[in-house]
């Protein structure tokens, strides 16, 4: 009997184990974890964080008290990554992982970037490791933000606003990158290899309100390389307009925009021969 109970002790076990396995029941959680992935220019940006929601309390002043550090969020600390160098707030922060803490105030808050971004709470938090600090206003609104959120608005080519949404108040955090170098860097190193590159480069000085003269150069230099090939480049021709208008050169812009609209023409590109109708009305007021 006694060999009987020793042989079966194994397989209890292995039963008990079993069921307590199978009975893990998953639950939702109460504030749901969120993972965010924004570029800004050529800057990844990412954060990940807890999602707290109201549920009839109040948040500020009370829930989350004024005048102390707050995880900005739930659960573990929030955190946010920055692929490149950035600015946040006009000033410089290494590209690399942070903790986002706060400090939050009736009429201002604190924002910091702590090294240590793998904590729980602030429980952890040292003032030591902070990478950067910064004093940001918060705004009420009319309406309510149930669940806590984290987004990235207002994005441009170099430039975002980090967003903190709760209940009744957004709090705004400039965030500016640096494109320039690299877009010129890239510029200078495939500059002879496609006649797209000289297309691209154009319309970034364009855009950018850089070097007309320069962005023109380019821009010829593609269309001389395109037709070459004997491609209907009529979409090109509009963008050189375009460039020679903003040079005040109107007589060329609307000669160049006849050309365009030809081609537009010839390739029933609707859109375009609309485009460049009325340009060549607007231009021939001038």
């Not at 039963?15 to 199978?22: A, D, H």
């Not at 984290?150 to 949404?165: C, D, F, K, Q, R």
């Not at 390739?267 to 485009?275: G, H, L, P, R, T």
Request: glycine share 6%; charged share 25%; with cysteine.
């Amino acid at each position: 009997m006694k060999c009987m109970q020793r042989s079966l002790t194994p397989l209890v076990i292995l039963c008990v184990t079993i069921s307590y396995s199978f009975g893990q029941i998953e639950l939702p959680a109460p504030s749901p974890t969120a993972t965010f992935t924004q570029k800004v220019g050529l800057t990844e940006v990412t954060i990940n964080y807890s999602r707290p929601s109201v549920k009839g309390r109040k948040v500020y002043g009370d829930l989350v008290p004024f005048g102390k550090l707050w995880r900005t969020g739930a659960n573990m600390a929030t955190k946010i990554s920055f692929a490149d160098d950035v600015k946040i707030g006009g000033k410089d922060l290494k590209a690399g992982t942070y903790a986002l803490f706060t400090i939050p105030g009736e009429t201002e808050w604190t924002v910091i970037f702590n090294k240590n971004y793998n904590q729980g709470g602030t429980r952890n938090y040292s003032e030591d490791e902070d990478a950067l600090r910064i004093q940001a206003k918060p705004v009420k609104i009319d309406g309510a933000i149930e669940t806590f959120m984290i987004n990235l608005e207002h994005v441009t080519p170099n430039s975002a606003m980090i967003e903190l949404g709760w209940e009744s108040t957004i709090v705004h955090i400039p965030l500016e990158v640096s494109i320039d170098e690299r877009i010129m860097a890239s510029i200078e190193r495939s500059m002879r290899i496609s006649p797209n590159t000289y297309n691209q480069a154009a319309l970034y000085y364009h855009q950018s309100g850089k070097d007309l003269n320069q962005a023109l150069e380019w821009m010829n230099k593609a269309l001389e390389l395109h037709e070459a090939n004997g491609r209907n480049v009529f979409w090109m021709y509009r963008q050189k307009s375009l460039i020679l208008a903003d040079m005040k050169k109107y007589e060329e812009a609307i000669k160049t925009a006849e050309v365009s609209l030809a081609k537009a023409t010839e390739a029933k590109n609707d859109d375009y021969i609309k485009m460049n109708k009325e340009s060549i009305s607007e231009w021939s007021k001038k």
